[in-house]
């Protein structure tokens, strides 16, 4: 079984904590009580493999962006969010991006979020800036719902595809070298093995 720590970075306010609840919990949350730091765990089968995935619900308050490069360096995939009822919150995508730029060495796997695509009639951001602004990332882009639930099982199944897609370009068994008995050599993997 693989493990996968996924971190939800966006403005206050665009629904981090209601999608991380609805993914785990799978109900949502009415209320808006701004996050510090909360983290959810939940165990799903991704193209008939189980895995557990768990979820760093983060501050989007500009108060805690020191915190902000701790939540980077413990993520392994990213989910940034921001509310299609919000141009404020689209616009600052940018400070969030450049904080994961800034803390990964590689490049970080990300998919970029539109939540509330219920509230048709508040939409501030089309669905085509969204897909505009996640093409300029080099990322995916999916609008969801944390209160009607949609696409928030298939957004979190789809990280979890784009994270086991970069271990597997990682060599498996090093430079190829065989033992003298004609096996590759025994290494310590860090997780699972793809056969």
Request: aromatic residues 10%; positive net charge; proline residues 3%.
């Amino acid at each position: 079984m693989d493990n996968w720590r996924v971190a939800v970075l966006g403005d206050g306010g665009v629904g981090k904590t209601a999608l991380a609840v609805q993914f785990t919990l799978n109900c949502f949350v009415e209320t808006y009580d701004p996050t510090i730091e909360d983290a959810y765990r939940k165990q799903l089968v991704v193209d008939n493999k189980m895995c557990f995935v768990e979820v760093i619900d983060t501050a989007g308050q500009e108060e805690y962006a020191t915190l902000r490069d701790q939540w980077v360096r413990e993520g392994q995939g990213f989910i940034l969010v921001y509310s299609i009822a919000s141009r404020q919150t689209f616009d600052r995508l940018e400070v969030f991006r450049q904080s994961m730029l800034k803390v990964k060495r590689q490049k970080p796997i990300f998919m970029l979020v539109g939540n509330k695509c219920d509230k048709t009639y508040e939409r501030e951001v089309s669905k085509e800036e969204g897909v505009q602004m996640a093409r300029n990332f080099g990322c995916d882009f999916m609008e969801t719902s944390a209160r009607t639930a949609y696409n928030v099982e298939l957004l979190f199944t789809n990280l979890v595809r784009a994270l086991r897609q970069t271990k597997r370009v990682e060599p498996a068994g090093g430079s190829g070298s065989t033992a003298k008995d004609g096996k590759p050599p025994k290494t310590k993997s860090k997780g699972c093995i793809i056969i």
